[in-house]
């Protein structure tokens, strides 16, 4: 054979054997990269062939329990319908709220109110009894406590006595008016005589002396003298009487005076007697009014003085003061229905009506009115008390008292 058909004859070979070898060079990048794929392909597949046997295994364990799939809400109509019926009804329960709240005005600064009455002695003296305790009900004119009279009982009865002296002294000062006027008047009986013998006396010296006058010897002068004598005998007899006269009336007169010094003095008696019967009487210690009885403070043996509290008494009577808004009394009337609510007792609903209005507010009552950072006078909305009657009965049987709170609702409209 020639080289060239060796050649020839090689060459064909490797031709063929190239394209197999190229094919093979290829083949295995190929299949490199073929595996890679398959590689990846397979983690894929191997992946979704767990979430998948994942998923199976789920969907068997769901069918198993039973359970269906859950179903859109909207697929649902009854749910739907409920939760319709739910909001139309939260709506309509809202307003219906609305409707009647609109109706009252309401406030939680209230509380209950009364006039307490503070039991104090007007007289000092050691409690001798206590006849009442804490919560007991006690009636007017009920007697209390009794404070030891000893020492009143002992100046009263003094002074009763200077009371009966003081009256028997009036007695005799009157008796001795009567003897002065009966020497009055036997003074001016006494006077009588006198001056009749004076008028006689001056009646014979006028006659003597017109006799002498008219002839100087038809009267001796010794008749004259004597004349004379004996006027001035009869006039001081006569003067002597009248003096008596006087000194009797200067004696009525003194007797009067002790009369009215002794009525006097009966009257201060009288009025000492009456003092101190009365402290007698303050020694016993008087229910004022109808209430019942707290904050005893006092027991048998305690030593008090005048306007030392011993007890107080709360009324039966008792009424609401509600501090209400400014902007809340625009439509509150006196006469209106009020709802009230007690803390003590929240289950049991009492009633009342609106009896009347302060007339002022905090700030009438204040120095100054509210001021801001900038020094500015502010609006401050202001409370007013009201005052609310409790008109429900048989409240005195539940535990409530002055200071306790309440809720009251005023039907406004």
Partial sequence: ???????DSGDKPEDTARPSSKGDDSKPDDAGQDGKRIGDGGADGAKKDGAKDGDENKDGE???????????????????????????????GGVLYWLDARQYESTDDAYIDGHIV?????????????LVDDNQIVGPRELLAVIDTAQPQAKYEGLVAQAKQARATVVEAQAQVGVSLAQVAAARANVIQPQADLDKALADLARYRTAQAIDPAAVAAQQVDAAVQAVNSARGRRDAAIRQVTQAQAQVKASRAQVVGDRTAIGAADAQVAATGVDLANSRIIAPIVGRVTNRNVSPGSYVQPGQEMLAIVP???WITANFKETQLKLMRVGQPVDITIDTVPDVAFHGHVESFQRGAGQAFQLLPAENATGNFVKVVQRVPVRISIDSPGIQSYPVGPGMSVVPRVKVR
């Fill in 118 to 130: 503070r039991v104090a002695p007007q007289v000092s003296g050691i409690v001798r009894q206590v």
């Fill in 1 to 7: 054979m020639t080289p060239s058909e060796n050649s």
């Fill in 316 to 318: 039966l009577k008792l």
């Fill in 62 to 92: 769901k069918k198993d329990d039973g359970d269906p799939p859950p179903k859109p809400l909207k697929e649902r109509p009854l749910l739907l319908l409920g939760i319709a019926v739910v909001l139309i009804a939260a709506i309509i």
